[in-house]
């Protein structure tokens, strides 16, 4: 095929090249920085104040040239990704006849080659509506939230090679490129999480986040390397478009666990899985998202919506067909693979909703809530719910996007109250240096919030819809819609009696009613009643450009927060159905053209009891929020009424189980005790300790043949010979010092040697 | 192919950098600053005609039924020995040819911080490259012998002399160690061409496998013969890698030798023991690596694959617990390097069968082992470089190599914080670099094979990002250590250029491995007959 980028079959390489170049514009030229010294406001905020030192702040020119430069990168992606999206949905038959892709021999193995390239079906579309979109409404947020930051071109830079991996993800056509993007984003996570690097508390996320996600990732790899070396290739397409194939993947015993009648399929699956749940943040290897708040606010929404969780459960949509494989979930024949999903999805929603329940902070609250709304999709695509759990991911993305940014907002607001407070108070005495305030005041404490609906009522409002959606507020949210899908699935299979679907269906309903609780307790602590401190009596946003750029993308994002739910209506929904979907449920019927017809379900009939179990545990939980945080607020040094309700399960909660000091303990310390052990009793201790044996030994016998020597030769042999002599002193006075007489002798040997050398070659080819 | 000078080129490449460190080492000291042009312009030249060699043999590949070396010259020499001047360079050959041209004149840059005696010490490095390049392009076993055995001397110098607080034991210990593996190659090679009445490498590939058990060879059964020759050349070749349990010198080496000697140490003369095993051990005893090891009851392989999965885990454990940044390092090769040994065991193993049964049970997993691991040495030779320029330049500025004294350096140092994790990126495989692809490579090469140890080797795996993290977090973040508030610590110009080809290559090979890859994969194909 000739290479021409009109064609939409090439149009996809295009799409990450517009972040990923401004990645390389903004470091390499873009990033000019002068030197201030180190206690100017410039550098204030996260930053120490080193006495007496320059350090470097990004110029206003490179600033603004690096905001454009990112802009502009993403600008070009979502304009590529609209029209391969736009001219797929006019295309007849999309996904099952006619897909979008294109590659190039990438790599030699052999005879053959490993072929890389992008691929384009109706999951990738769905996909390159959200991602753009999401990842532009964040770069509009971050122009105003990173203003006054140092470093603000550095921001632009890693945040644009965080979106072109994301991008890179979405459009791949293999496993392994697939993987590539999946790593660039750790990366880039990993940089921005210790964004703020001089601070303790963030380094220390951005290692636990690398880290973490790296014990899960090695996994992976065997599993991508198990299927190549299975199935000669990592292509999705030819792969999961293949159910011979995956059929005999599932009839060959695994290499490792085999005699445990472990499937070949099985052990790649569930080796996969292990990738997203370090990815997409599941039990057991959750613990490194609440701490990746340590980086600035847009990118925990980066993180948390539009790319890294994201990518970890776009992941296992995309190779569903092979988890799948050696079984059928709609006739309640599970997979090793999939019963892992809902085992570990289920648990996760249900477990990390309860965390939330009892945090203050207003991103860790956050924070647990997108570990439990991933627990959903993933216990979706445990049961089969594939659509549901796609469908779950691009409206999840919307709001939980919208709700990381209203709450930096409120940080943002938090602070700026506290610089006002902090001016007037310094007034008196001017020598207070404007840094004693921060460490002893937290921004994100909701106990310190209260009332802020009247400073930041557009904050609220967006606030407001976001939480609502993440809820699942009945009918008019787009959290209720998809949640609704996964919870009517699970109930379908609980009618047939399949064990699997009846955990999911319990564990997410209780899971989704605390959603609804935690929401409205935030909702409650931040923003109703009255202010509890003098901060937040004075939380505002300002005015001008920093503002603004802060509010439009949350009025956009609430707009899909609500909206993005409709394309996912069931037709046979009462009254609702008829109005949205008239023909059929539009997100069902496109998606559904990416599995092979082997692997589609039709989606179960409206079932009142699904649906009456949404309505009641959205609205029983916000109901029961309301009555305990809304309608007698906290006031200024009042408990938390759950602390006396809940007693010491309340401590339990609050220190998330505990399960951060047990990993230390178990795992941390013991690595770092066996490096020592390695290093100083492996390495020094035995195998240096052989090697100084052997080498004392050795001299020991020099010595005894010296004295040998000397007794025996010296006393008979007066006639050595005096040239003999003469030669051993001369060797002698180069061996006692001049080290430079010494390396001259042996080059002019080698010398001697080369020329030799060089004079019979060249003699004898000019002979021969 | 072509001339310089009226030489082949691949003789040229050996002999230029000798008549250079000559020319440089009698130089008059006093006026360093010529003496460093001229070495760097030597340098450059060298290095230019070797990568116009992989670029010409790239261009130029053999057919599958001809010979698969190029620049091919045979001269007489020691024929009495049945020795001669054999050269000529197949697509692994071309491959390290490349990068020690590319990585010398860089090492020569980063040497102009050496202020003592600085003429010597450059000539040093331009010798070394002479046996470094004669061990790549030799096709006749007594002229590997000599220059695998010539690149010590330099190397000992350079250490001994140029290198850190503790370098007379660090030297001598290379030394030692060094001497003490090529001692039983020594004899191996001996025994070999006496044997066989030939040093042609390509000849004894095919004859000296075929010496039957049974028959007696010097009075001694043949099979006690080889097992006696296939010790000396494995433990020569295990030292260099190194392969653990073999490795405990070149933390000291490493860590004490000068920046341009670690550069080229790591960077290089690592990759001349996993070279052996391609040039001689496996090819030369096909038939010893399917071979039970009577007291563990597995085979030679499996033991090969088993250490060097030792390499890897411990090999990260004890980088993760240094605060000594350049043996932080050097451990990193350790593990590092285990890579480039279990995939060797991999292609081993192929090798045997192909030689007991014609065929390998699966070539295709061989050859995609055994391009890993070449790729694997090319790309370590990379990265180690840089890691080691680095670690050398932010020594060479604080006088210290202690991680705990450094701290938040990225505030003062902008720059040389983003080449410093832009480079352990690469070293730690993150995809999109060059690491990533032939730890790809190995680890599909091995999983089939050694399923067991390529899960165990996840580990190292894991605990690489470990020690990367950890030398990010000390060098670079948390509030700034004000001890070096004074102190220049950005990056130099000069370190900078000396940089930038590792940091293009790294990534260029990481976005488009087929650059390089095909050079390899053709003589790999060829040699396991995929």
Redesign the interface.
Known sequence: MEVNFSDPNFLPWLIPVGPLLAFFII?LATNR?RLVPATSHEYGGHH?D????L??VATVPSRILSVTVGLAGVIMALFFSYTVAFSAFGEHGFGAEVVYASNI?????????FRLGVFVDPLTVIMLIMVPLAVLMIFIYSIGYMAHDPRQS?FFALISLFAGAMLTLVVADNL?LL??G???MG?CS??LI?FW??K?SA?KAA?KA??TT??AD??M??G???L??AT?TLNFRDILYNPELLEQLAATPA??FGSWGISAASIIGIFLIVGTIGKSAQFPLHVWLPDAMEGPTPVSAMIHAAAMVSAGIYAIIRIYPLLEAGGNPHYGILSQPMVLMAVVGSFTALFAATIAVAQNDVKRVLAYSTISQLGFMMAALGIGAYIAAAFHLITHAFFKALLFMASGSVIHGMEHGEHHVHEHAAHGHDDHHHDDHHGHFDPQDMMNMGGLRKTMPVTFITFLIGGFSLAGFPLITAGFWSKDEILADAFYGLTKGYGAHALVFIMLAVAAFLTAFYTMRQLGLTFWGEPRTEVAKHANLGRGLVSFTMTLPLIILAFFAITAGFVGVPPDFPILGPIFSPEHNAFHYFVIETLHPAFQAEAPAVNAIPVLTSFVVALGGLGLGWWMYWRKPLVAGEEDPLVGILGPVHTVLKNKYYIDEIYVAVFVKP??A???F??DF??RGI??GI?HTI?RVATWIGDLFKVLNTWLIDGVGDGIPDGIFDFGGWVRRIQTGH??EY??V??GA??VI?II??L???I???A? | MFDIFGIDPLSFLIIAPAIAALIVAAMPSANKSLVRWVALGFAVLIGAVAVTVFFVYQQNQPSPDASPFLFEVQVEWFSLLGASWHVGIDGVSATMVLLTGILVPLAVLISWEVEDRAHIHLALLLFFETGLMGVFVAMDLMIFFLFYELSLVPMYFIIDQWGGPNRKYAATKFMIYSVGGTLGMLLATQLIGWSAGTYEIATLATQWPAFREGSALLGIDVATVKALAFVGFFVAFCIKVPIWPFHTWLPDAHGEAPTAGSMLLAGVMLKLGAYGFIRLVIPLFPDVWNSTVGLLNIDVATLFAALSVLGIVLGAFAAFGQNDIKRLVAYSSVNHMGFVGIGLAVMARAYGQMWATGAAADAQTAIIATNGAVLQMFNHGLSSAAMFLLAGGIYHKTHTRDLREYGGFWVKAPIYGAIFIFTSMASLGLPGLNGFVSEFLVVRGTWPVFTALTAIAMIGLLFTGGYILKGIRAVLHGPFNLKWRDYHLEIERREVVAIAPLLALMLITGVVPNWILPVINDTVTRILGG
């Open positions: 470091t920085a120490p080193y006495e007496g030192m350090v470097p021999a990438w790599m030699a193995t052999g005879d053959t080659a550095r392994l993987f590539v999946w790593e660039v990366l990993y940089m210790g690097f001089e303790k380094y290692i690398f880290i790296r014990v090695v996994v790899l065997l991508i390397v198990y190549y070396y000669g290499l490792i690595s770092q066996f490096s020592r390695v290093i492996i390495d195998l240096d090697l080498a080290v430079q390396l001259l042996v080059l080698v010398l080369g050398l060089a019979s070659t060249g004898l080819q000019a021969g």
